[in-house]
């Protein structure tokens, strides 16, 4: 199954995204979820090109794996995790994870791999769980 790689980045009020690995894919909007609603329109639009302008990718099964910037997950998950708790599992300050979340700060690539590893981390973790 081909892999789509959609990056989701954001600015003071809007987020955008962009196929990384396969051209002609875009969207944006408020919110993540209308973002991706607009990805999957596009995605659709594209489909209905003539066969020799679609993506290869596009033409069979595929699935899209969403990439998001440190600043966009902090924002979007703010309401599940707390920069307190990303804090704790990451080693990171949290006056600076504030900072990303607020986009006043970007990462440097090591700090961005440091949250991604603690979050897949606990995300195991958690899969592990029987209840």
């Given amino acids: 199954m081909k892999k789509i790689k959609i990056i989701i980045e954001r600015s003071k009020d809007f987020y955008w995204a962009y196929g990384d690995n396969v051209d002609k894919i875009n969207g944006g909007g408020a919110t993540?979820?209308?973002v991706k609603k607009s990805v999957f329109e596009c995605i659709e639009i594209v489909k209905g090109f003539d066969d020799k302008n679609?993506?290869?990718a596009l033409k069979g099964e595929y699935e899209i794996e969403w990439k998001l910037d440190?600043?966009?997950f902090l924002k979007y998950y703010k309401?599940?995790?707390s920069q307190t708790g990303i804090a704790k599992i990451t080693g990171i300050n949290e006056k600076l994870l504030n900072h990303y979340a607020s986009g006043i700060k970007k990462p440097r690539p090591a700090q961005a791999k440091k949250i991604e590893a603690a979050l897949h981390k606990l995300g195991n973790e958690l899969l592990a769980v029987k209840l």
Avoid: K, N, Q, T
């Fill in 54 to 56: 679609i993506p290869s």
């Fill in 70 to 72: 440190v600043g966009s």
């Fill in 79 to 81: 309401g599940i995790f």
């Fill in 32 to 34: 993540i979820e209308d």
